[in-house]
């Protein structure tokens, strides 16, 4: 997934046709009537859609749409014009469509080629191969810091001439106010993936990920995890039975013990399956967040280095601290390119990245420590200097993970065209999901795609959705190719 910078882009050779579409779904008895009848809805609402609503009971006061056509009026420059309009002004809960604001901020305000820095200092010396010293990582919030990056890190501390370090590790967390760290959240499943705070030094998402599947070679369950650790103990007491994969996790039972509190990082930890699992499974993902921080980074660092070659003069126990006056700077390490981690925010969704993008465009612009509030003044400011007010806009971390983020369908579609006429604007579209290819559209929509099989230049749907429960939104942008339409944005 990189991203196409490319003057003879898809973009730019077409007229665009964007909707921004939020939709608040709630109970039908929470309405007391529907403010406008369905022959009233029809001067806003296309047929189908009206048809839909009634079908499944969803008032018509409980939508939003805004649809504007888009012409190159001259070079470099669009207009737009309005061609559906229901509801549009009305501030609306945009769940993950708010992605959308944070990443075209992020772009703009940040550039493309932006790196995240990761910077690593010692209090010791370096002799004969060995750092006689500690460690001090001071984070400023890498969204991807994985194991594939981690192990680029190993390298370059060994490129120092470090083969043993005899020290501790230590964490700087300094760039963001405590309160943003918090593990709040709206649902109360505070093990799942999309539920990790930020973090700024966020390692694999915090998230234990493991790979389950039928043996290849023999009736058994093959159990492998990612990102490796130090001290991890994976126990497969599961049994395979003779069912259908649609309900694998039903009879599935995960404990970790002990779990980690961050009393003691380098204690071993065992991670133990049993119960059923169906043969029928090929290979499914479970992911859990059950390891405090600084035991997932302590000893997520240690097996990275571990791998890489390097040893401990013993294992080390991760503490939070700020790096000394005294210390000095061994390694800045940078991740990868703003464009790469936006493709990653939009295409999967990914809640805890598009955060930590909005709480770096505070700490750039406003200094450490970052918080959501100077987050969203940043991008308040940059909306202003783009001529957009938003007045009804809320944002709470930027990623659409909450009850309070809003802002109106009619605003939304502002932003995406407004978005055609920036630079980045290439960089932001090849972020958006494509509908029977990749991230969370890459199984939708296919029924629709099978339509236009037959033809040589098939339609592109790239498309951005957003759901909670009670709440489904979108962006959308429609192209037309000489007879051919082409559609991408969302439910």
């Known amino acids: 997934m990189r991203t196409q910078n490319s003057s003879s882009s898809v973009l730019a050779q077409a007229h665009v046709v964007l909707l921004g579409l939020a939709i608040l779904l709630l109970a039908p008895q929470a309405y007391s009537a529907v403010l406008a009848s369905m022959d009233a809805a029809l001067k806003f609402i296309p047929k189908a859609v009206a048809a839909s609503l009634e079908k499944n009971q969803i008032p018509k006061d409980a939508i939003s749409i805004s649809v504007m056509e888009i012409d190159q009026a001259r070079p470099g420059k669009v207009t737009a014009k309005t061609e559906v309009d229901w509801r549009s002004q009305q501030a609306m809960n945009p769940a993950s469509t708010m992605k959308l604001i944070t990443t075209l901020a992020g772009l703009d305000v940040l550039g493309p080629q932006y790196r995240w820095r990761t910077n690593i200092y010692t209090d010791g010396l370096i002799r004969q191969g060995t750092l006689k010293g500690n460690l001090y990582?001071?984070?400023?919030?890498?969204?991807?810091?994985?194991?594939?990056?981690?192990?680029?890190?190993?390298?370059?501390?060994?490129?120092?001439?470090?083969?043993?370090?005899?020290?501790?590790?230590?964490?700087?967390?300094?760039?963001?106010?405590?309160?943003?760290?918090?593990?709040?959240?709206?649902?109360?499943?505070?093990?799942?993936?999309?539920?990790?705070?930020?973090?700024?030094?966020l390692y694999a998402f915090r998230t234990l990920s493991f790979q389950l599947g039928k043996s290849r070679t023999a009736d058994f369950i093959d159990i492998s995890y990612t990102p490796p650790l130090s001290k991890l103990k994976v126990v497969n007491q599961m049994q395979l039975v003779n069912r259908s994969c649609?309900?694998?996790?039903?009879?599935?039972?995960?404990?970790?013990?002990?779990?980690?509190?961050?009393?003691?990082?380098?204690q071993l930890l065992t991670a133990q399956f049993s119960g059923s699992f169906p043969n029928a499974c090929k290979g499914v993902n479970y992911n859990v967040v059950a390891l405090d921080a600084n035991t997932f980074l302590a000893q997520g660092f240690a097996a990275a280095w571990e791998l890489s070659g390097g040893t401990w003069a013993q294992?080390?126990?991760?503490?939070?601290?700020?790096?000394?006056?005294?210390?000095?700077?061994?390694?800045?390490?940078?991740?990868?390119?703003?464009?790469?981690?936006?493709?990653?925010?939009?295409?999967?969704?990914?809640?805890?990245?598009?955060?930590?993008?909005?709480?770096?465009?505070?700490?750039e612009k406003m200094g450490k420590p970052a918080t959501t509030e100077n987050g969203e003044l940043v991008i308040q400011s940059w909306l202003k200097g783009l001529d957009l007010q938003f007045p009804e806009l809320v944002i709470e971390n930027g990623s659409g993970l909450s009850r309070n983020e809003a802002v109106s369908a009619e605003h939304l579609t502002q932003l995406l065209v407004a978005a055609r006429n920036l630079s980045v604007a290439d960089t932001f579209y090849n972020s958006l999901p494509i509908a029977g290819t990749d991230g969370t559209m890459k199984n939708r929509l296919m029924a629709h795609l099978r339509k236009f099989l037959h033809l040589k230049k098939k339609p592109e749907a790239r498309i951005k959705t957003g759901a909670l429960v009670d709440v489904r939104s979108g962006a959308r942008a429609r192209r037309r190719m000489g007879d051919q339409k082409m559609i991408f944005g969302g439910e």
Request: charged fraction near 20%.
């Open 137 to 201: 990582l001071q984070g400023t919030g890498d969204p991807k810091l994985i194991p594939e990056e981690f192990a680029k890190m190993m390298n370059a501390i060994q490129n120092l001439g470090i083969q043993k370090i005899d020290g501790n590790l230590f964490f700087d967390r300094s760039a963001y106010a405590p309160s943003v760290m918090e593990h709040n959240t709206i649902d109360g499943e505070s093990l799942r993936a999309y539920n990790v705070p930020p973090d700024p030094l």
């Open 246 to 266: 649609d309900d694998w996790k039903s009879n599935l039972r995960f404990n970790l013990d002990p779990e980690g509190d961050g009393a003691t990082t380098n």
């Open 315 to 363: 294992a080390p126990t991760g503490k939070s601290g700020t790096v000394p006056l005294a210390a000095r700077l061994l390694l800045q390490f940078e991740g990868i390119p703003l464009a790469d981690d936006v493709q990653d925010i939009n295409k999967f969704s990914n809640n805890v990245m598009a955060r930590q993008l909005m709480l770096t465009l505070a700490l």
